[in-house]
């Protein structure tokens, strides 16, 4: 008989290793030498561990161990010496309990023998003695502690090199990117400054640029250098003390490995700059967790992860990240504030945590941010009004939007997020099969919608209104709260049409500025089909920012502004980010609404295809539907081809005249809408239609 | 006009001092070379501050900055360079916000200026947006920041040293001791070991003694050597390889400086040395907080400090010490276990809280600590039971005491601890004019009280019954809770006389083996007059542990056993703690009840003195009434001089004549009682009396 040898790993703590990744991640930023920490708060790993395993074994072995932090050993109670890092374990039954400590960062275990080795079969307590299953992830080698996590990296050279008339060099990489400054064959001594830019202007501009750094140059240095801390940039200026050389620069880019699973291209041109732009924009942002943008703030938030996890749903479907970055938006009890601070954040987490097991289907991630969930909930529950309506509490930030807006009081907006929020959470706990709490969340939820509609519904204008302030409803009408009602499936159809006329398509009512609302707002005209305007929409919007050169979208994009003046934010010149995740919405709009591909069962059981032109002559590309499986589609005026993946799905499409197929028979589902069942897995299906006329030259 | 420089002083969240020193001092027991980690929940310090200052200056003035962790510093929003840590603020009213982050330590700042100071003006945030007004403590100077707080040292030298047969060096200390070894004169290279002892035969066996360590001395090492750890000892063995000299060994003694506030001679010279042990004890004991004991555990457990602070009160009147174990032992929210995860600690915790209140007045501490009380109580309200009791929840450890009983169901001693909680903890509220929780937790106290006796109380057997299970009472009968009943004035005075006659004095209850509760035992004989009985098992108990040679008093005594067998404990032969602060009771039983010296109002508004030779022939000696403050007294059999302090007192005497005193009118107050006021400050009253005869026989 041979034993095969177990594989160990390092465990931890559930869900400190994002806590405390987290951490280190918001705490990178800096600007102009000086640290900058977020304006939330910071959670951290718990310090003193307890991992335990109760093992049995035929013969005595010898465990090597490796930890993160200080460590002692006892069997059965006793202690061991264990200075050596090896222990010979009695044959037996016997508990073994190794206690970790570590101030700093994250304790951590990795033990293995020939039989005996650590993996999620432990326990593991915060010495609390509640013993819970230990977190782990793919650290494997007892070398490679989770500590030393780092994302690749892969050198990149400069596209172009010019020589400023004061002596200092300008290096452009072509591109929006993110990574260690390298300089090559350095020869000191003296001082190199590093002016980094986003724009060509900012990196010549000394005073303003956001981000510099200033290296040291010993007389005895190395010559190949690479910064410590990682940078977004375009270009750099380098300017160097005499006597200072320079031979080369280059770029440690640093990125999540991640799969280029959604595919999109279509007949036109710029759409499909727009899609290329937009998934690299979402690359760079999505790392150890989403940021908002890289070079500012570098920070997690809540209401950009929510965009973000959507985008990742059509393009990279790495339910990975969705996953750090929920465990880490969440944090630590207790809550004293919302997430990020900010009272529509603590919403965006909850439905986003249901969004995630709607595409994914992982109910065992739900299970494990349970607690969680029902924490945050009841945190918000607390702080509920009289009516049982949310509104700012001191120390609240109602965010909403960037845009001016009357914040006071019950804002409609909230109550939806709030509403949807108890739904969710409701079914979450009905699929837990934690029956009293889902019929109790389903009661507050029913009873809030009718409360919110009765409060802010004013059928002559054909919407909600904004807010309510000590019982007195304000009249005023903003999209939020009725985009929102839409996406988040509280209307009913004649509501939609009456929102989508007196409000989306109302240019009475307020516009929107930023692409974070935009991105809804498109969202949910294509809801309601109004797919050729959002093209239209997506060549202005995101087409003008290429048209000024961007090779990652913008945080704000205003077209009225001229030259340097789009890099101008808060006051400061340059504090506007080129590279912001919410700018990469069109992935999302392209591929649920055009490609038309969503879950109709949890974790995509059954696949609902819709696809629409909305104006295009043809789109073709390919939508994930789990990390091993995806459906492709193209799509012209008269024929629709679509393959199959490992999941049964359903065709839905407006045709004018009734569709063939070969391999199925096509149903009429009345107002020349038709379906068809895609019963045959990783198949093709042909189906020649002819498209409906849009209705875009009627906006 | 000149312009005074204000007093800069180093800031922190509030509690987050002690908070870091208690995990840091927690972490400093090491055995045979391992961490030896508390088997309780340590908190750590929030990682993320923002320090808040408005400030209105007439003309610019430069600061300086000094933080323990990275920072940067916004004024009115904006980021100005702060690398350089000097700062020049503009004139005018400003917003000044200095973010400190410190992921490993504790986040702290200092900032002086010409009229800009950081100090307990400040605000501060743990990034929750929520303004309090920082910690501090005496760290004045930039270079003397809180992370660098220790306690005071200085060189002790060894009382005599013995050359074994096998070339190592035995040196004794004469005395139990805390420190650092130092080695004088010393060269290399090799290897040196020290082998601790707080008795002989320990630091004789390599094998077995608690605590060593192994020191590698290079070649080039410096002559004089101080170990990094402090250690608990009166012995170390000290062998060196050959090739190593030490010419010298010294022990740093590291202590807490206190001031010796009580004072207790009298006739008995056993007495007066029990008293002294007792006090060098517990000022080993008390340190950065109070510990149970120097070697072992070395941690902070709070039931052990109840005790602590109640002997402090009689020895050093140290509020700060008891401020900083209350703090440390409260720790952060959430709470999922009970402190130290024992149900009977946190009810400790509530008591002494109110106790610390009631010896030194201090309303400000108990407001500073208010919303973790509440905390704390609702912790253990939402784990009591459909009777409104408490009893043991799963992962609860229901300790009471070491010895063996029946800890099922509802324990009478928990429900006892638990009633006077909810009835101080009512007290509290009320004095922080918080009626509606202060009548609600009063409510609570009466009904559970009420449920108590009608539960527990046996008026045949003269005593509350011990438990409870599934609602079946089982019979037996303990010493614990009726002597906590006693003690914590839960009982009439016929039901003190039963208890007393029924319980406290009947062999057939079962008795009390450890000094821990043994304490209590013996005060709640001294409450119902037993003090000639007390002082007679003081001689014995006590007395027995010096005829052993304690130089301090010890976790547990067993006259049966012979030898070494002293020392053994949980199966290892040197584990006994020979320094255990609950050792040190004598102090309160003799201040307490001997000199008889008590609040009669919060911080002794008014002083209580009820002074009993309880078979003695004289006492004298002084008892703090506050940190500046105290009463000296003398009794014979027949005289008692009483010098009173800056507060106004009242005697109570029990006296065989009518007492006479010229500087007042003694009044009786039957069964040959009289009371005397006291009102003259800073006075001498001499009063003739004759003492009553002890019944000490009786017993």
Same mark, same amino acid.
């Given at each position: 008989?041979?034993?095969? $040898?177990?594989?160990?790993?390092?465990?931890?703590?559930?869900?400190?290793?994002?806590?405390?990744?987290?951490?280190?991640?918001?705490?990178?930023? +800096?600007?102009?030498?000086?640290?900058?920490?977020?304006?939330?708060?910071?959670?951290?790993?718990?310090?003193?561990?307890?991992?335990?395993?109760?093992?049995?074994?035929?013969?005595?072995?010898?465990?090597?161990? &490796?930890?993160?932090?200080?460590?002692?050993?006892?069997?059965?109670?006793?202690?061991?010496?264990?200075?050596?890092?090896?222990?010979?374990?009695?044959?037996?039954?016997?508990?073994?309990?190794?206690?970790?400590?570590?101030?700093?960062?994250?304790?951590?275990?990795?033990?293995?023998?020939?039989?005996?080795?650590?993996?999620?079969?432990? *326990?593991?307590?915060?010495?609390?003695? /509640?013993?819970?299953?230990?977190?782990?992830?793919?650290?494997?080698?007892?070398?490679?502690?989770?500590?030393?996590?780092?994302?690749?990296?892969?050198? /990149?050279?400069?596209?172009?090199?010019?020589?400023?008339?004061?002596?200092?060099?300008?290096?452009?990489?072509?591109?929006?990117?993110?990574?260690?400054?390298?300089?090559?064959?350095?020869?000191?001594?003296?001082?190199?400054?590093?002016?980094?830019?986003?724009?060509?202007?900012?990196?010549?501009?000394?005073?303003?640029?956001?981000?510099?750094?200033?290296?040291?140059?010993?007389?005895?240095?190395?010559?190949?250098?690479?910064?410590?801390?990682?940078?977004?940039?375009?270009?750099?200026?380098?300017?160097?003390?005499?006597?200072?050389?320079?031979?080369?620069?280059?770029?440690?880019?640093?990125?999540?490995?991640?799969?280029?699973?959604?595919?999109?291209?279509?007949?036109?041109?710029?759409?499909?700059?727009? #899609?290329?732009?937009?998934?690299?924009?979402? @690359?760079?942002?999505?790392?150890?967790?989403?940021?908002?943008?890289?070079?500012?703030?570098? #920070?997690?938030?809540?209401?950009?992860?929510? /965009?973000?996890?959507?985008?990742?749903?059509?393009?990279?479907?790495?339910? &990975?990240?969705?996953?750090?970055?929920?465990?880490?938006?969440?944090?630590?009890?207790?809550?004293?504030?919302?997430?990020?601070?900010?009272?529509?954040?603590?919403?965006?987490?909850?439905?986003?945590?249901?969004?995630?097991?709607?595409?994914?289907?992982?109910?065992?991630?739900?299970?494990?941010?349970? $607690?969680?969930?029902?924490?945050?909930?009841?945190?918000?529950?607390?702080?509920?009004?009289? *009516?049982?309506?949310?509104?700012?509490?001191?120390?609240?930030?109602?965010?909403?939007?960037?845009?001016?807006?009357?914040?006071?009081?019950?804002?409609?907006?909230?109550?939806?997020? =709030?509403?949807?929020?108890?739904?969710?959470?409701?079914?979450?706990?009905?699929?837990? +099969?934690?029956?009293?709490?889902? %019929?109790?969340?389903?009661? +507050?939820?029913?009873?809030? $919608?009718?409360?919110?509609?009765?409060?802010?519904?004013?059928?002559? @204008?054909?919407?909600?209104?904004?807010?309510?302030?000590?019982?007195?409803?304000?009249?005023?009408?903003?999209?939020?709260?009725?985009?929102?009602?839409?996406?988040?499936?509280?209307?009913?159809?004649?509501?939609?049409?009456?929102?989508?006329?007196?409000?989306?398509? *109302?240019?009475?009512?307020?516009?929107?500025?930023?692409?974070?609302?935009?991105?809804?707002?498109?969202?949910?005209?294509?809801?309601?089909?109004?797919?050729?305007?959002?093209?239209?929409?997506?060549?202005?919007?995101?087409?003008?920012?290429?048209?000024?050169? &961007?090779?990652? !979208? #913008? +945080?704000? =994009?205003?077209?009225?502004?001229?030259?340097?003046? %789009?890099?101008?934010?808060?006051?400061?010149?340059?504090? $506007?980010?080129?590279?912001?995740?919410?700018?990469?919405?069109?992935?999302?709009?392209?591929?649920?609404? !055009?490609?038309?591909?969503?879950?109709?069962?949890?974790?995509?059981?059954?696949?609902?295809?819709?696809?629409?032109?909305?104006?295009?002559?043809?789109?073709?590309?390919?939508?994930?539907?789990?990390?091993?499986?995806?459906?492709?589609?193209?799509?012209?005026?008269?024929?629709?081809?679509?393959?199959?993946?490992?999941?049964?799905?359903?065709?839905?499409?407006?045709?004018?005249?009734?569709?063939?197929?070969?391999?199925?028979?096509?149903?009429?589902?009345?107002?020349?809408?038709?379906?068809?069942?895609?019963?045959?897995? /990783?198949?093709?299906?042909?189906?020649?239609?002819?498209?409906?006329?849009?209705?875009?030259?009627?906006?």
């Amino acid at each position: 008989m041979t034993t095969e $040898k177990q594989t160990a790993t390092w465990i931890w703590y559930p869900g400190d290793f994002e806590i405390w990744l987290h951490r280190e991640v918001c705490l990178r930023r +800096e600007e102009r030498g000086s640290i900058y920490p977020p304006f939330y708060r910071l959670d951290s790993p718990y310090v003193s561990l307890k991992f335990q395993h109760i093992y049995t074994i035929a013969e005595s072995e010898e465990i090597s161990i &490796a930890a993160e932090g200080r460590y002692n050993v006892m069997i059965d109670g006793l202690m061991v010496p264990s200075a050596s890092g090896r222990i010979v374990l009695p044959a037996g039954e016997h508990n073994l309990i190794i206690s970790v400590v570590n101030e700093a960062g994250l304790p951590a275990l990795f033990v293995q023998g020939s039989s005996v080795a650590s993996g999620p079969h432990w *326990n593991v307590s915060h010495t609390n003695w /509640q013993w819970v299953s230990p977190g782990s992830w793919h650290f494997n080698k007892a070398t490679e502690p989770p500590s030393a996590y780092r994302l690749a990296t892969i050198k /990149q050279s400069y596209m172009s090199e010019e020589q400023l008339p004061d002596g200092s060099r300008l290096i452009d990489f072509g591109k929006e990117t993110f990574g260690y400054i390298q300089l090559h064959g350095l020869t000191g001594p003296g001082k190199v400054m590093l002016y980094y830019g986003e724009s060509r202007e900012e990196a010549l501009s000394e005073a303003h640029c956001e981000t510099l750094d200033c290296i040291e140059v010993a007389a005895d240095a190395p010559l190949e250098y690479t910064h410590h801390a990682s940078r977004a940039l375009r270009y750099v200026r380098i300017v160097a003390d005499v006597g200072i050389e320079v031979r080369d620069v280059s770029l440690l880019y640093e990125y999540l490995p991640v799969q280029y699973r959604g595919q999109f291209r279509c007949s036109n041109e710029s759409i499909n700059e727009i #899609w290329n732009i937009s998934v690299y924009t979402l @690359h760079l942002t999505t790392r150890e967790f989403f940021l908002d943008g890289i070079k500012r703030d570098r #920070w997690v938030w809540s209401g950009d992860a929510y /965009q973000s996890y959507l985008i990742n749903y059509y393009s990279f479907f790495d339910e &990975a990240v969705n996953r750090r970055t929920t465990i880490a938006l969440r944090g630590k009890d207790p809550l004293d504030t919302h997430l990020n601070t900010i009272l529509d954040y603590s919403f965006f987490w909850i439905i986003a945590l249901y969004d995630h097991y709607w595409y994914t289907g992982d109910l065992e991630f739900v299970r494990s941010m349970y $607690k969680k969930l029902l924490g945050l909930l009841d945190f918000c529950r607390r702080r509920a009004n009289v *009516n049982g309506m949310v509104e700012g509490q001191p120390g609240d930030w109602v965010f909403v939007d960037w845009a001016d807006m009357d914040k006071q009081g019950e804002l409609s907006f909230q109550q939806v997020l =709030y509403c949807r929020s108890l739904e969710v959470s409701a079914q979450l706990a009905a699929l837990l +099969e934690d029956e009293v709490r889902a %019929q109790e969340l389903s009661r +507050e939820a029913s009873s809030l $919608k009718k409360q919110l509609f009765e409060t802010f519904w004013d059928e002559e @204008h054909g919407g909600l209104l904004h807010n309510r302030v000590n019982g007195v409803l304000q009249g005023g009408m903003t999209r939020y709260s009725n985009m929102f009602a839409i996406l988040l499936d509280m209307l009913d159809e004649k509501q939609r049409q009456l929102v989508a006329r007196h409000v989306l398509k *109302n240019d009475a009512v307020p516009s929107i500025v930023t692409p974070y609302m935009r991105f809804f707002e498109l969202a949910a005209l294509c809801e309601v089909g109004e797919q050729a305007y959002v093209l239209s929409e997506m060549k202005s919007y995101w087409g003008g920012m290429l048209d000024l050169g &961007a090779t990652t !979208f #913008w +945080e704000k =994009y205003d077209p009225e502004l001229e030259g340097a003046a %789009q890099y101008e934010s808060s006051g400061r010149p340059f504090a $506007k980010s080129l590279c912001h995740a919410w700018g990469a919405g069109p992935i999302y709009l392209l591929g649920k609404y !055009f490609m038309g591909v969503r879950p109709l069962d949890a974790g995509y059981a059954k696949v609902l295809i819709e696809p629409t032109l909305g104006g295009l002559s043809w789109i073709e590309g390919t939508v994930p539907t789990a990390e091993d499986d995806a459906v492709a589609i193209f799509m012209d005026e008269t024929s629709l081809r679509i393959r199959t993946g490992n999941r049964p799905a359903v065709l839905r499409l407006t045709s004018v005249i009734e569709p063939t197929c070969e391999a199925g028979i096509v149903g009429a589902i009345g107002d020349n809408r038709y379906e068809l069942s895609l019963d045959s897995l /990783q198949s093709e299906y042909v189906i020649a239609y002819r498209t409906y006329p849009t209705q875009s030259t009627n906006i």
